[in-house]
């Protein structure tokens, strides 16, 4: 335990009026003589004050203080009357420490021992609550939070304030030693009830008589009040800002009509005892309504279309004299954030500019609905992928027995997926009252796929003096990490998937493999994908002949031609019938056409139909009792067949979508001088396959990290009973519907098949095709018919559809038979054991991925609300999209490092998904959707009416992003990174992360030429782009400790390139409040001329005061940042929180 000795000696030396008890005692205590020690008996001065008892040097109350005794969990022994005629007793602890003491009377040490068993701080702080819980029975006072909690009320953004209210002092009395009071003006609202709620406090003005208070209170209407609510405004004197000590110094009430009528009034401050210990004086403002031009921050909204709309403003009242006709403005957020986003926390500030007038703040915090909602699609997406796989393998039927255990291994890994899918997304639903999760849930494996702490922090700031107002968005939230993985601490997700793709490009004969099970795989997609074209172009034919518009068929059956020739060239017999014959084929494996899906071969089987389409997957993960028991995390990755398909892109949109990265970041310093010659493409990384014997790959199956091993062992004989139950239902005829159409032979059996056999199979094969095509002809042939003679009956239009229907099965027949082979192929080339490491790698990258796509739909949501539309129009024009600028605060040291590695790999992935703008209407969701394949993701983004009829062409509504993600450790562990020589990776990062934003700003800068962007610098103090650009280039080479200056040109650069920006660190609550605040001021300072004195305390209020400190509350239940005093030194200096803010030691 610490003490400030001057602290203590100035308690000590005070009047005795503060303290519980003083007097003469007698103190025991050891005297050093010339020779020896010995105990002898002192008189001094005693005083207690709370749980300190000090002593003075004499007897007298003069002397100086000698010492001070700290009293709790102390005991008393009495004792009877000495030969001295003294009354002794001691004050002994459980270490031994003992202090031997004695009055002169027998009352005296009565009143002592009372004094002191009183004393220790629990029972002080008993009285206290005791005292409070009386208090508040008397006068009920509740904070608003919770008063707006019991009421259910929501706070919404939009709502325009009754009031808002500034607030200075002046003339506020000295101590008894003339220092200046530490005010702080707290604002109580007493209801017509008698309810007293505490409504909002200033932030705290350090040694300051005359204190001009820059935080602002708002009064709301849908918290209840009204004009006759008594409004209490009392000043307290903060003694310790640590513990939030304050000692109330007077108060002023008056009615919250006297207030908005008012507008300006200078009142005193009376204590109880109605003395004037200073004045107060209060600022107004009410709303009224001005008839101005649109604001061009708000021209996404849906009412403002050019047309005078009614803008809500403020009358102007500060301590500068008022300007006649001028209108303080209140920002609106429109209806598409506000049903986005909820649980909003607001602060208002007022500073002062440079030139004199008021710059107007409005710091909000609020929480994105897609927490849970993002997570969940994307499981819905995953969950199907993981039954299709299961599907094709369940499809072989009874095999060779030496393939069974094979099948049965690569089958279990699929089911341990689905088990932990299913389970994360029914956790996740099961948390629809809560919109974030918070920081201290992020060990949870039930929840890994929800990002950590996602907000929107916002800030609107208006400048009377410039006339310039605008929103400036920043999305905070946890790294996007596996924090679950625990068993791989080296490099996180880059480094798994590069030994992936160093296994692959070393051996010869495993990527031959490789590309043939992901060419198989490919074709399987892009078949499946080609039959559902054919299959809407049937039912559009169906249309057009109900509406007998014969003219448009032709053009219909063209369409199908096509699409039906590229299935057939799809279709290759030899090699179907190789792979089959290679693992022995399925007893009478061919199935009927009526048979719509492979899905009844699940319903045979009692465990796995719990993942049916039909069926609530959720139903079968609640037999798992807690996630990290079905949560495939062994960490080493590979990857199989089964990996995100990207063969639907376009091959353009391929090629542009390509993503370079160097080879690895951990290589050491000999092994990076050839990183130039070695740009991989990371999608190419995802459709990689590494070497079959696992060796060298480990894989953790620890039961304590729920590995996969463990659940195949448990859930083995299940599936063997299953299987079982399979084969017989493959044994029934499945060819009657076909045998008039087909001249096939008889298929054999399981087993070794001669040459006469294969034969046969292939000529089946064969069929197969002529199959489509016979059908094919017979349907264009009817339908020519119809277009020749221009009419159509009801049996046509039956004959067509009977027609349609053959077409169908045939394609659906072509479509089984390559899912077949492709199982069969797997079965043939996939070990099980790699399957099981591709399971551990794919959860990871799923988990971060998750983490991230939801971060980043959230900030572009806010983007195209905030932007001027002509600007979205213009960048989505141009086929550029917005520049997603990330900027992360990690150390590259112990967990921290895999983190990173993480969330390199996330940021990369994003930039493989489609964004589309929908319009917001009845039958769309005002919430993002998000649909397609694992490798082929496009989200679905709504937009006002106003934005989307500015597209003329509906090509520009769909757009891919540009992310740059710069990396700057700033905390003690950095600091040990860096003296370890940790730093390299995020230096080469940081570069290739340069070099793609210098990409992005030659695309922009032809779009957006220099004298554009200068209109919009005319009353800014920010450099130009291009000066920007030179800067981050030069500070990004520089290798010196913490380089911040990394961090604050590439926001700067991404803003004034009209991009969205999200800052990150480990759990987006400390470091990431640090970062935001100070970004939010220098916005400030550059363009909205921040005083410069002000630049300092708007800094202190903000993290003091602001959103940012509520954040620290909702994550971990504590108003402190979770610094401790070394890692406050250990920060760079603009990142440090003010004193009395920190001091958690919770993360």
């Not at 006297?258 to 107060?280: C, H, L, N, P, S």
């Not at 279309?305 to 102007?316: E, S």
């Not at 099948?407 to 994360?424: A, F, I, R």
């Not at 009252?433 to 929800?450: G, I, M, T």
Request: proline share 4%; hydrophobic share 35%.
């Amino acid at each position: 335990m610490r003490y400030n000795k001057q602290e203590l000696v100035a308690l000590a030396s005070q009047t005795s009026q503060n303290f519980d008890r003083e007097g003469v005692l007698v103190l025991k205590e050891r005297q050093d003589g010339f020779f020896r020690r010995s105990e002898g008996c002192s008189v001094r001065w005693f005083r207690l004050r709370g749980n300190l008892l000090f002593y003075l040097k004499g007897p007298e109350p003069w002397y100086e203080p000698m010492g001070v005794i700290v009293l709790g969990h102390h005991q008393i022994k009495v004792q009877s009357q000495d030969e001295n005629g003294h009354w002794p007793f001691q004050i002994v602890w459980e270490n031994g420490v003992c202090y031997k003491m004695a009055t002169f009377h027998e009352s005296e040490r009565t009143l002592w021992l009372k004094a002191i068993e009183l004393a220790p701080y629990d029972n002080i702080r008993a009285q206290a609550d005791a005292l409070r819980e009386r208090l508040n029975k008397i006068r009920p006072n509740i904070d608003i939070t919770t008063y707006r909690l019991q009421k259910g009320i929501v706070t919404d953004m939009n709502e325009v304030p009754l009031c808002e209210l500034a607030l200075s002092c002046d003339n506020l009395l000295c101590d008894a030693h003339g220092r200046p009071p530490s005010p702080l003006i707290v604002i109580y609202v007493k209801y017509d009830k008698g309810l007293c709620v505490r409504y909002g406090a200033t932030e705290i003005v350090e040694t300051c008589s005359n204190p001009c208070f820059s935080k602002t209170i708002l009064f709301r209407a849908s918290d209840g009040l009204t004009g006759s609510a008594l409004v209490r405004i009392v000043v307290y004197d903060v003694k310790e800002r640590v513990s939030e000590t304050a000692v109330p110094m007077g108060y002023t009430s008056m009615l919250l009509s006297t207030i908005q009528e008012a507008q300006r009034m200078r009142v005193a401050i009376i204590t109880r005892d109605q003395k004037t210990v200073g004045f107060v004086t209060i600022n107004g403002w009410s709303l009224e309504p001005s008839y101005i031009g649109t604001s061009p921050s708000h021209t996404n909204d849906r009412n403002s279309i050019d047309i005078p709309q009614k803008v809500l403003c403020h009358r102007r009242s500060q301590s500068l004299p008022p300007r006649l006709g001028l209108k303080l403005k209140f920002p609106s957020y429109g209806s598409l954030l506000k049903q986005n986003f909820v649980n909003s926390h607001q602060v208002t500030y007022r500073f002062h500019s440079g030139l004199g007038g008021d710059i107007t703040v409005h710091e909000i915090m609020a929480e994105p609905k897609l927490c849970y909602l993002m997570p969940i699609q994307l499981l819905d997406i995953y969950i199907q992928r993981e039954k299709e796989l299961l599907e094709e393998l369940l499809s072989v039927g009874e095999i060779c027995g030496q393939w069974q255990s094979r099948q049965l291994e690569l089958v279990s890994t699929h089911v341990s997926l689905l088990k932990h899918y299913c389970h994360s997304r029914r956790s996740m639903l099961n948390m629809d009252k809560h919109l974030f999760k918070a920081s201290s849930r992020k060990e949870d494996a039930s929840l890994e796929f929800a990002p950590i702490n996602l907000h929107l922090q916002r800030m609107w700031v208006h400048n009377d003096t410039l006339n310039k107002t605008g929103f400036h968005d920043i999305v905070t939230a946890g790294a996007f990490a596996a924090h679950t993985h625990k068993s791989e601490r080296t490099g996180g997700l880059i480094r798994l998937v590069q030994q992936v793709k160093d296994i692959n490009s070393t051996k010869a004969e495993l990527n031959s493999i490789t590309s043939k099970i992901q060419a198989e795989y490919d074709n399987v997609v892009a078949v499946r994908r080609l039959r559902d074209e054919v299959s809407q172009d049937m039912e559009r034919i169906i249309m057009l002949l109900h509406a007998k518009q014969y003219t448009e068929i032709n053009t219909a059956i063209e369409g199908i031609k096509s699409k039906v020739k590229s299935i057939l060239a799809q279709w290759e017999p030899a090699v179907i019938e190789e792979a089959l014959s290679f693992i022995g084929w399925p007893k009478n494996t061919c199935e009927d056409a009526d048979q719509q899906t492979l899905s009844t071969i699940m319903r045979l089987t009692e465990q796995l139909a719990m993942f049916d389409t039909g069926s609530d997957c959720d139903t079968f993960a609640s037999s798992s009792s807690s996630s990290k028991e079905t949560s495939p995390t062994g960490e080493p990755p590979t990857l199989s067949s089964s990996v995100p398909n990207i063969s639907n892109y376009p091959a353009k949109k391929l090629l542009e979508t390509e993503l370079q990265f160097h080879n690895d970041y951990f290589k050491n310093e000999s092994e990076n001088i050839e990183r130039g010659g070695l740009n991989y493409s990371f999608r190419s990384v995802r459709l990689a396959k590494p070497k079959l014997d696992g060796h060298s790959l480990s894989f953790d199956c620890t039961k304590r990290h729920g590995s996969l091993r463990h659940d195949f062992k448990s859930s083995a004989s299940l599936e063997q009973v299953s299987y079982r139950c399979l084969v017989d239902g493959l044994r029934s005829d499945k060819r009657k519907a076909l045998e008039s159409r087909r001249e096939s032979t008889t298929l054999p059996t399981v087993g070794q098949v001669d040459q006469a056999t294969r034969e046969n199979n292939l000529t089946y094969l064969r069929n197969v095709g002529i199959v489509v095509e016979d059908s094919l002809t017979s349907l264009n042939e009817q339908l020519n018919k119809i277009v020749e003679n221009n009419e159509s009956s009801e049996e046509d239009l039956e004959t067509i559809k009977g027609l349609m229907d053959g077409v169908r099965s045939s394609a659906d027949d072509v479509a089984k038979w390559m899912r077949v082979s492709h199982a069969a192929l797997r079965l043939r080339c996939e070990s099980p054991q790699w399957a099981r490491e591709h399971a551990a790698l794919q959860t990871r990258r799923d988990t971060c991925f998750s983490q991230a796509l939801s971060t980043v739909t959230a900030g572009l949501l806010c983007w195209l609300c905030s932007i001027p539309g002509d600007v979205i129009v213009k960048l989505l024009s141009s086929g550029l999209g917005p520049l997603c600028g990330f900027e992360g605060l990690l150390s590259l040291y112990s967990t921290e490092k895999a983190m990173w590695g993480d969330m390199v790999v996330a940021v990369e992935d994003l930039q493989t998904v489609v964004f589309t703008l929908t319009k917001v209407g009845h039958s769309n969701s005002s919430v993002p959707q998000v649909s397609g394949t694992r490798g082929a993701l496009t989200v679905y983004i709504p937009i006002s009416d106003s934005l989307y009829t500015r597209f003329t062409s509906k090509e520009h509504l769909s757009f891919t992003i540009t992310a740059v993600f710069f990396n700057i450790g700033v905390n003690e562990k950095a600091t040990l990174a860096e003296a370890l020589g940790e730093t390299t990776p995020q230096y080469h990062s940081n570069s290739d992360n340069l070099d793609r934003l210098n990409k992005y700003y030659h695309k922009y800068s032809k779009i957006f030429p220099t004298d554009h962007m200068a209109a919009s610098r005319a009353s800014s103090r920010t450099k130009p782009l291009e000066e920007v650009m030179e800067n981050l280039r030069i500070s990004v080479h520089k290798k010196i400790p913490k380089n911040v200056e990394v961090l604050h040109l590439a926001s700067l650069a991404t803003r004034l390139m009209n991009g969205v920006r999200f800052t990150s660190c480990k759990s987006a609550k400390d470091r990431t409040g640090m970062s935001v605040t100070l970004e939010q001021c220098s916005i400030l300072a550059t363009e909205y001329h921040l005083a410069e004195h002000e630049m300092k305390k708007a800094l202190s209020i903000m993290r003091s005061e602001g959103c940012r400190r509520e954040n620290t509350l909702k994550n971990i239940g504590v108003r402190k940042y979770a610094f401790t005093k070394k890692q406050v030194m250990a920060l760079p200096l603009e990142y440090r929180p003010p004193p009395g803010t920190y001091g958690s030691s919770q993360t």
